[in-house]
């Protein structure tokens, strides 16, 4: 029998779909235990110091309340100098560490963990959380960003580029050059919001700590619990089945994780800690505050010369985590000369972590903005721009593309977008009283796959269970991975069960830097191929597993994988895009209207279009809300997030996306995996920011350098 149609690269319905509907799936906050406990976190509402005292009479005093615990007297945890087991990976460590959760009378920010209240309902547990009674010393916190405020220098960032990037000599480039721009342009702290509130239940049986958390990286998590608590890691397992949305949020491992299963080992009985909307803005990460000058310099030809980048993030005392801001500047067009230099800029505010598109979100921004600037000052068409700064291999280490798709994105895009009635001069186009702006601007974001296992199983009645430790955060992993194994197998997919989200499972990176699905596909695959193999079959042919079993008088077929990126592949890859965005002004009021945006991305293969298609949408509405209307505001005076909540966080919702449009160019590109993808989770967002701000200056001649673009950003400018 002929081979198929493989299913990769269809746009098959997400499995898991009908249980989501349904309310099949289980989510971290439903799971269950018997005698399950409910904890809520009691925050802090000061931004520094310590307590002199703590009232817990009253929160003692409400019916049901178990253990009420402070920064003064909760109970003892062994905090050793360095962690027990050692972190094999630097960023694991700075996102997973141990916790040594309420030892320290110390208040770091506003939200930060004061105390716990444990008790037999989830209503007791708040109604008591709110009667503690806490004396704070007062101490000033410090939270200014202003361009002198005093900075550090970071040793590394987590990808590995330097933090003084250096090529050729930026400076003298710039002295010398025909053209240059140098603009500074600001970013405000932004939060995740994942429809899903960080959630855990944690219960230990025998010695050993089963915990449901909403972690995008399982491993990581039982890395942190193993070391805070100080078990043997084949003593705690942790489970992720489905997660409702994290982008970064559930990537690292939270305090409030450990703090939930040192209570249920305190307590002896089980116990489920959900924060609410308002905590996640302090307890569950945020994407950094940022300044950056850029400077570039070209020759009156558009050639680039010199590309400067200034970067200071905003990040709290402690962990003191600068983002990889300038991640993709280096690689983005031909420029012989380019110095990036990041910088961290300590405050009394939560940790912040990374978020969709670390990096290349707030970083990409500045740049293309400048790139769009510098096509203004050069009198010349901001795709051509582009274009004429394509460079022939990666200009940082010389290797060639093993794809790179941005020239066809950006001549593709142009083509459906309709680029050629583009009148150039801002403020030219109208439709009666709107101004109208059409905006580009160029997407990009490397192009992982990590080590990564799995294991397949074939039952006698044919049916498949590939079983990995990947989560799926709302992406499709169920759905690809049984592709995936359908077309190895000889199957179609609904015989193709797929078990993830647990550590008991083999051994997999977190779904996260646009790594997973090249990840966790290639292991599967993999492991799919061991089982062919050892049945003594060469390919996948409907029936022949079974058939082959038979012969063998056995029940079950396995196979199992560990599946290694290719160590040099001589070649560099990313994805790229290109983003082109309409954006309508009102003169007189200063709104501003998208009424239609085109994505069109070079991501290699899509395994699925549908789900893919849904990532890269996501992602430029990402880019909307990052442009228009997300920001998280510090109050100066107590370092809190004013706007904690989804009414005053203000993310886009189906209202403001009217004609949203993406396109997969057709790409080849089997460098990074054989299954030909190259992660599209977060190159949709990267740009996107930019393209709005450009479009908003074309259309009104006013150039807005500080995210979000409001009526405010406009107001008396027009
Ligand atoms: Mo993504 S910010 O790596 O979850």
């Not at 929160?59 to 050692?86: F, S």
């Not at 850029?294 to 970067?311: E, F, K, M, P, S």
């Not at 083999?506 to 599967?524: D, E, F, L």
Request: charged share 25%; proline share 7%; aromatic share 6%.
């Amino acid at each position: 029998m002929a081979v198929s149609e493989p299913w990769l690269g269809r746009p098959i319905d997400r499995v898991d779909g009908p249980d989501k509907v349904r309310g099949g799936a289980r989510y971290t906050a439903e799971a269950e235990a018997a005698g399950l406990l409910h904890a809520v976190v009691i925050d802090a509402t000061r931004p520094k110091g310590q307590l002199r005292s703590a009232d817990t009479a009253a929160v003692e005093a409400v019916p049901g309340v178990v253990a009420v615990w402070t920064m003064l007297d909760a109970p003892p945890l062994d905090q050793p100098e360095q962690p027990k087991i050692p972190y094999e990976q630097p960023a694991l460590k700075i996102l997973s560490p141990p916790y040594y959760v309420l030892q320290e009378n110390r208040v770091r920010f506003w939200g930060d963990i004061a105390g716990l209240v444990v008790a037999e309902t989830s209503e007791a547990a708040h109604q008591a959380a709110r009667l503690i009674r806490f004396d704070y010393e007062e101490v000033p916190p410090a939270l200014a960003f202003d361009a002198d405020t005093a900075s550090f220098e970071p040793e590394s960032l987590i990808t590995g580029l330097d933090p003084k990037y250096r090529r050729g000599d930026a400076e003298e480039a710039l002295a010398s050059a025909e053209v240059t721009i140098d603009a500074v342009y600001e970013t405000p702290s932004e939060h995740h919001n994942p429809i899903e509130l960080a959630a855990t239940v944690a219960r230990f049986e025998d010695g050993k700590l089963t915990v449901h958390t909403t972690t995008q990286d399982p491993h990581g998590a039982r890395m942190s619990l193993a070391n805070s608590l100080e078990l043997e890691l084949d003593k705690v397992r942790v489970i992720s089945r489905y997660l409702g949305g994290g982008f970064g949020s559930k990537y690292g491992t939270w305090p409030q994780t450990v703090l939930a299963a040192f209570a249920a080992r305190e307590l002896g009985r089980p116990v489920r800690l959900e924060l609410s909307r308002k905590q996640m803005f302090a307890l569950n990460g945020h994407r950094a505050r940022h300044w950056q000058r850029v400077r570039l310099g070209a020759n009156r030809d558009g050639t680039l010369q010199a590309i400067a980048q200034d970067i200071r993030c905003q990040t709290d005392t402690e962990r003191r985590w600068v983002e990889h801001t300038g991640e993709t500047t280096h690689i983005m067009y031909g420029c012989p000369n380019v110095r990036i230099d990041h910088a961290g800029v300590p405050a009394n505010l939560p940790p912040n972590t990374i978020m969709r598109a670390p990096g290349s979100a707030p970083g990409m921004f500045a740049f293309e903005s400048a790139m769009d600037e510098l096509a203004m000052a050069l009198g010349m068409d901001p795709i051509d721009l582009r274009l004429k700064n394509e460079p022939e291999n990666d200009p940082d280490s010389g290797l060639p593309w093993s794809s790179r798709g941005l020239a066809r994105a950006l001549r593709e895009g142009a083509e459906r977008f309709g680029w050629s009635r583009r009148d150039p001069s801002p403020r030219s186009m109208r439709d009666g009283r709107w101004l109208i702006g059409w905006g580009v601007a160029s997407a990009v974001y490397p192009a992982f796959r990590l080590p990564c296992g799995a294991r397949v199983r074939v039952s006698a009645n044919g049916e498949a269970t590939v079983e990995t430790a990947a989560t799926d955060i709302g992406t499709g992993t169920y759905t690809i991975l049984s592709q995936i194994a359908a077309d190895a197998l000889g199957l179609e997919p609904g015989a193709v069960s797929v078990v993830i989200g647990d550590t008991d499972l083999p051994k997999t990176p977190g779904s996260g830097g646009s790594w997973g699905a090249v990840s966790y596909g290639t292991a599967v695959k993999e492991a799919c191929e061991d089982l062919l193999k050892k049945l003594g079959l060469e390919r996948p042919e409907p029936g022949a597993i079974v058939q082959a079993m038979r012969a063998r008088g056995e029940d079950e077929a396995r196979g199992e994988a560990m599946a290694q990126p290719p160590k040099d592949k001589g070649v560099s890859s990313y994805s790229f895009g290109a983003h082109f965005v309409e954006v309508r002004v009102d003169p007189d009021t200063c709104e501003i209207r998208v009424p239609r945006a085109l994505g069109v991305f070079g991501v290699g293969r899509a395994f699925n279009p549908k789900t893919a298609r849904s990532q890269l949408m996501g992602g430029m509405v990402w880019g909307l809300g990052m442009a228009l209307t997300e920001a998280s505001v510090v109050d100066l005076r107590y370092g809190h997030f004013v706007n904690s909540d989804l009414a005053e966080y203000h993310v886009p919702v189906n209202a403001d996306i009217r004609d949203l449009d993406t396109v997969i160019l057709d790409e080849e590109d089997g460098a990074v995996t054989p299954l030909g993808g190259k992660g599209l989770g977060e190159v949709g967002i990267v740009g996107m920011a930019a393209a709005v701000a450009n479009a908003v200056h074309h259309a009104t001649g006013v150039r807005v350098r500080k995210l979000p673009i409001t009526i405010e950003s406009l107001a008396g400018r027009l």
